[in-house]
Nanobody
Framework: QVQLVESGGGLVQAGGSLRLSCVASGIILSFNRLDWYRQAPGKQREWVASITTTGSTNYADSVKGRFTISRTDFENTVYLQMDSLKPEDTAVYYC????????WGQGTQVTVSS
């Protein structure tokens, strides 16, 4: 049974930093691409960043240069380091892995105050 658990969200002032974690069980993350998404109130879920099996990373233009996705294989965990946070980054952040089926975590709330 695949399970993804996000953590690390919270309330931070604009310009601050947070590091989100996505811990996986039932699946080996290094064998699969993992994506971070976010959903702000009243908006559609949007893609934020991805990391492939080879470690290649991609970012949405809105977070490029501020967010960094990384993976720690021995912990089977993917991180999203978020720096220079803006109020518009406020959202629930989800990790997602597609391995036959699409698996989502429960999400972690990030709130950036101005």
């Amino acid at each position: 049974q695949v399970q993804l658990v996000e953590s690390g969200g919270g309330l931070v002032q604009a310009g601050g930093s947070l590091r989100l974690s996505c811990v996986a069980s039932g699946i080996i993350l290094s064998f699969n691409r993992l994506d971070w998404y976010r959903q702000a109130p009243g908006k559609q879920r949007e893609w934020v960043a991805s990391i492939t099996t080879t470690g290649s990373t991609n970012y949405a233009d809105s977070v490029k240069g501020r967010f960094t996705i990384s993976r720690t294989d021995f912990e089977n965990t993917v991180y999203l380091q978020m720096d220079s946070l803006k109020p518009e980054d406020t959202a629930v952040y989800y990790c997602n892995v597609r391995a036959g089926s699409s698996y989502w975590g429960q999400g972690t709330q990030v709130t950036v105050s101005s």
